[in-house]
């Protein structure tokens, strides 16, 4: 039970992560300019053109990732590890 | 896990480098600096072909640095090589480390790459200790890891008989 959280912790974080940093960037790499996720403008200023994926939507999974390895944080200060289960407090040896 | 009485600083601390989490975490972090590299290669392609001439021009500014005159006079007289070089090279290190294929001489490019732009940039507003050195840091635990032996083509590729005859290909592998 453990072991499957446990990869499925880190199956979900990083298939998120790299879901808003990898692929999401090759789709937007792809699209044409701009290849980053903020518009493009002119010598007046003006928007030419826009990003295919809005930077809110790639930084969302990104953040989503790391939110699920909190989760998992919160989830094994519940839940130790059981070589941790019966350490109370670390004391140094002498 | 057990310390020493005398120094609890110098205990034999154990780091479970071969731990499902560390592995993890370290073949992330190669992932994603091979992606800022290859993005950052790619697109210099997609947009101006290998005739990237801001490189040499960038360089041939970067007096005053801690790298003397040396990258001056690289652009001065190799922007034959900089100009198409910068994007094919910035491409290669990215797919290389992505693929965790040769994956320390790629990020050994990488060192390269990001030296000349953190004393180059000679943005220290905010201190030495800047997000050019930390994208350097970033290639140097690449290598320091061997983070291509984790989810990487390197832990194939160091199994082959060309490479258990030669082992000194592993400083280039891994």
């Not at chain 2, 690289?74 to 090589?81: D, E, H, P, R, S």
């Not at chain 2, 198409?84 to 480390?97: H, K, S």
């Given at each position: 039970m453990t072991d499957i959280i446990d990869k499925a912790a880190r199956a979900l974080s990083a298939g998120l992560m790299l879901f808003g940093i990898v692929v999401l960037g090759l789709v937007e790499t792809l699209a044409g300019q701009p290849f980053a996720p903020v518009p493009m403008t002119n010598e007046a200023g003006d928007v030419v053109a826009t990003p295919l994926i809005a930077p809110e939507i790639r930084t969302g999974f990104v953040l989503a990732g790391i939110a699920v390895l909190g989760l998992y944080a919160a989830y094994r200060l519940v839940a130790?590890?059981?070589?941790?289960?019966?350490?109370?407090?670390?004391?140094m040896a002498d | 896990m057990s310390y020493q009485s005398s120094n609890p600083?110098?205990?034999?601390?154990?780091?479970?480098?071969?731990?499902?989490?560390?592995?993890?975490?370290?073949?992330?972090l190669r992932v994603v600096t091979g992606w800022w590299f290859f993005h950052a290669g790619v697109t210099k392609i997609i947009t101006d072909g290998f005739a990237f001439s801001y490189g040499p021009a960038y360089m041939q500014q970067m007096t005053g640095t801690a790298l003397g005159g040396i990258p001056v006079w690289m652009g001065n007289n190799l922007a034959w090589l900089i100009a198409p070089g910068v994007p094919l090279f910035e491409t290669l290190i990215g797919l290389a480390l992505m693929a965790?294929?040769?994956t320390r001489l790629a990020a050994f490019g990488g060192v390269i790459f990001m030296s000349l732009f953190w004393v180059g940039n000679a943005g220290f507003g905010h201190?030495?200790?800047?997000?050019?050195?930390?994208?350097?840091?970033?290639?140097?635990?690449?290598?320091?890891?061997?983070a291509g032996r984790y989810y990487g083509l390197d832990a194939l590729i160091e199994q082959t008989a060309l490479v258990k005859q030669n082992p000194k290909l592993r400083y280039l592998l891994g």
């Amino acid at each position: 039970m453990t072991d499957i959280i446990d990869k499925a912790a880190r199956a979900l974080s990083a298939g998120l992560m790299l879901f808003g940093i990898v692929v999401l960037g090759l789709v937007e790499t792809l699209a044409g300019q701009p290849f980053a996720p903020v518009p493009m403008t002119n010598e007046a200023g003006d928007v030419v053109a826009t990003p295919l994926i809005a930077p809110e939507i790639r930084t969302g999974f990104v953040l989503a990732g790391i939110a699920v390895l909190g989760l998992y944080a919160a989830y094994r200060l519940v839940a130790p590890l059981p070589d941790d289960r019966g350490v109370s407090h670390e004391t140094m040896a002498d | 896990m057990s310390y020493q009485s005398s120094n609890p600083l110098v205990g034999e601390v154990e780091f479970a480098l071969e731990g499902p989490w560390a592995t993890y975490w370290i073949a992330f972090l190669r992932v994603v600096t091979g992606w800022w590299f290859f993005h950052a290669g790619v697109t210099k392609i997609i947009t101006d072909g290998f005739a990237f001439s801001y490189g040499p021009a960038y360089m041939q500014q970067m007096t005053g640095t801690a790298l003397g005159g040396i990258p001056v006079w690289m652009g001065n007289n190799l922007a034959w090589l900089i100009a198409p070089g910068v994007p094919l090279f910035e491409t290669l290190i990215g797919l290389a480390l992505m693929a965790g294929a040769l994956t320390r001489l790629a990020a050994f490019g990488g060192v390269i790459f990001m030296s000349l732009f953190w004393v180059g940039n000679a943005g220290f507003g905010h201190g030495v200790v800047n997000s050019d050195l930390m994208g350097l840091l970033l290639f140097m635990t690449v290598i320091v890891l061997a983070a291509g032996r984790y989810y990487g083509l390197d832990a194939l590729i160091e199994q082959t008989a060309l490479v258990k005859q030669n082992p000194k290909l592993r400083y280039l592998l891994g």
